[in-house]
């Protein structure tokens, strides 16, 4: 079964925006994954920080873009659809980070979580989308 855009777009509670915003995040982070697999020499002395850079930016210009949805919600009196919204979306946006600055720190050797610890959030956040598609329908 192929989901229509709308019907992503209420499950996850993102925009088309934020959406294209993660695609070319995501892009971007594929093509430094490729080269610091291949020890490229430009990737070579840089750590995952750097590799992982584009999903950070990702993650603060979503922030941003919700904040900026949430002001003009409640300036046209949609108060509890704002709350409602900006809510849903720090949640997940803080478990995504989470789970990406773990990732990061694990894949540098600057933590000794297992990995099951590491994916904790994103096993928190399909939760929270199970429960959001019960609502929805």
């Known amino acids: 079964m192929i989901f229509s855009l709308e019907e992503i777009v209420h499950l ?4 088309l925006f934020e959406m294209w915003i993660n695609l070319v995040a995501l892009t971007i982070f ?6 610091k697999l291949d020890n490229n020499y430009f990737l ?23 904040a900026i949805i949430f ?7 949609m108060i509890k659809a704002a709350i409602f919204r900006a809510v849903w979306s720090l949640i997940s946006l803080l478990l995504i980070f989470v789970f990406k600055y773990l990732l990061c720190k694990k894949l540098a050797g600057q933590s000794t979580l297992e ?9 928190i956040l399909l939760q929270l989308v199970a429960v959001r598609a019960c609502h929805i329908h």
């Open 115 to 123: 990995y099951s610890e590491v994916m904790s959030p994103v096993f």
């Open 12 to 15: 996850l509670g993102l925009t």
């Open 30 to 35: 594929t093509v430094l994954l490729a080269f």
């Open 71 to 77: 002001i003009r919600m409640h300036m046209e009196g």
């Open 44 to 66: 070579e002395s840089s750590g995952w920080w750097t590799v992982f850079s584009p999903l950070f930016v990702a993650d603060g210009l979503n922030t941003y873009f919700c």
